[in-house]
């Protein structure tokens, strides 16, 4: 079976820099992505890792380790639009499909 | 580019009653389809995936159904509608034979009372 923790909810002051983890158990993996959902919408793509380091894109970047079954999402100069649900997706290599964690919930604080 | 359209963006129906969601994608060709359900303050649940035409996989069995009757629409329905079927309903699309990142529609907001 596959599983993937997330924590719930996190806090940030607006200007800092927060990092949210995600920690999985899947079969068959195929790569990790992360995505930002704010209330009421769709989630967005926001990043893909299928090797071990870190991905910068901006503000944001997103880190792997695959022996560690491992990944966080870093967000820098953290802005009160970020407050959103941020959530962390396993790719299995067999079926075409992403399992999804349960999100976290990052508030940003002025 | 891609878009993915799906409609209505809110239903407001009663028990027992029928539902029919519809998603169609613009842009791309033999995209792998998903039906997503998120309940109120939860992560999202696979519904239903297709890999093709009138090629449907189902995840959680439920009183709900999918269809794909052309290339780039599938379409969620129910027979009849129970409380706990109340949810935001995503459809996503991806490219065909690969895990792939996936695009979200916007989303209908169903309430079932």
């Known amino acids: 079976g596959q599983n993937i923790d997330q924590p719930t909810e996190m806090t940030a002051t607006e200007g800092a820099i927060v990092q949210i983890n995600c920690t999985y158990q899947?079969?068959?993996?195929?790569?990790l992505f992360w995505y930002q959902q704010h209330a009421g919408e769709a989630p967005t793509f926001l990043s893909y890792?299928?090797?071990?380091g870190l991905e910068e894109k901006g503000r944001f970047s997103s880190f792997l380790s695959r022996s560690k079954g491992y990944s966080y999402l870093l967000l820098k100069e953290l802005q009160m639009k970020d407050s959103a649900s941020y959530l962390c997706a396993v790719g299995l290599r067999y079926g075409n499909k992403l399992v999804f964690g349960a999100g976290t919930i990052l508030r940003v604080k002025s | 580019s891609q878009t993915i359209h799906q409609w209505p963006a809110t239903l407001v129906q009663p028990v027992g009653s029928p539902l029919s969601l519809e998603c169609t994608v613009e842009?791309?060709?033999?995209?792998?389809l998903y039906w997503y359900r998120q309940a109120a303050g939860r992560g999202l649940q696979l519904l239903f995936y297709?890999?093709?035409?009138?090629?449907i996989s189902s995840e959680v069995p439920q009183n709900l159904s999918a269809s794909r009757p052309q290339d780039r629409q599938f379409i969620l329905s129910s027979k009849k509608l129970l409380l706990s079927d109340s949810g935001f309903y995503l459809c996503a699309w991806s490219r065909s034979h690969s895990t792939d990142t996936q695009y979200f529609g916007p989303g209908t907001r169903l309430t079932v009372l």
């Open positions: 890792n299928v090797l071990d």
């Open positions: 899947t079969s068959g993996f195929n790569g």
């Open positions: 842009g791309t060709s033999n995209p792998n």
């Open positions: 297709s890999v093709g035409i009138g090629q």
